[in-house]
T-cell receptor, first 116, second 109 residues
Framework: NAGVMQNPRHLVRRRGQEARLRCSPM?????VYWYRQLPEEGLKFMVY????????ESGMPKERFSAEFPKEGPSILRIQQVVRGDSAAYFC??????????????FGEGSWLTVV | EDKVVQSPLSLVVHEGDTVTLNCSYE??????LLWYKQEKKAPTFLFML????IEKKSGRLSSILDKKELFSILNITATQTGDSAIYLC?????????FGAGTRLTVKP
């Protein structure tokens, strides 16, 4: 039973390019969360999605960032026109449903974005 | 603004020592407090705490929540080098989680 799969694990982009990070949730999970971990900081919530719906994007920067979770295929976090400050580890997590059972959130191993 | 603050930010101890990691929180619509251990890979779940004063234990690790004073502690006894990691505390809200910055624990042989 594969866990949450993220790819690529490491991505290098030049300033101004686009970065696409993919997340395949655990089998049977329909809820996906994206977090960003900046150096020396904790995990920060970005967006919460269910299939074909964005439930909460209060942590997403207003510009250049977008996320989707289509009916078929992985969830994608897209960063347009990347800047150096976007360099971070991006973690995806999934759960079968959101409730009071926070321990059912399973994290992927992260995607490390480096902007040069 | 919802926030979770952990202390200390980093800690270096020797094998066999006992450590206490602190987490204070101010979150609206609080549901639970969670502790994770993060090594090189993804955070792994340790504890979920919802009730005050009830200690949860798992081997050498234990944790307790004080909902009146809005804090939690994570204790690790008889530390081992394998305990070296970043320990994350998170406050669970209705639809979200707020993570602290983590405590980086280094256990020296």
């Amino acid at each position: 039973n594969a866990g949450v799969m993220q790819n690529p694990r490491h991505l290098v982009r030049r300033r101004g390019q686009e970065a696409r990070l993919r997340c395949s949730p655990m089998k049977g999970h329909s809820h996906v969360y994206w977090y960003r971990q900046l150096p020396e900081e904790g995990l920060k919530f970005m967006v919460y999605l269910q299939k074909e719906n964005i439930i909460d994007e209060s942590g997403m920067p207003k510009e250049r960032f977008s996320a989707e979770f289509p009916k078929e295929g992985p969830s994608i976090l897209r960063i347009q026109q990347v800047v150096r400050g976007d360099s971070a580890a991006y973690f995806c997590a999934s759960s079968p449903s959101w409730g009071s059972r926070g321990y059912t959130i399973y994290f992927g191993e992260g995607s490390w974005l480096t902007v040069v | 603004e919802d926030k979770v603050v952990q202390s200390p930010l980093s800690l270096v101890v020797h094998e066999g020592d006992t450590v206490t990691l602190n987490c204070s929180y101010e979150v609206t619509n609080f549901r639970s407090l969670l502790w994770y251990k993060q090594e090189k890979k993804a955070p792994t779940f340790l504890f979920m705490l919802t009730s005050s004063g009830i200690e949860k234990k798992s081997g050498r690790l234990s944790s307790i929540l004080d909902k009146k004073e809005l804090f939690s502690i994570l204790n690790i006894t008889a530390t081992q080098t394998g305990d070296s990691a970043i320990y994350l505390c998170a406050g669970e809200l209705n639809n979200d989680m707020r993570f602290g910055a983590g405590t980086r624990l280094t256990v020296k042989p």
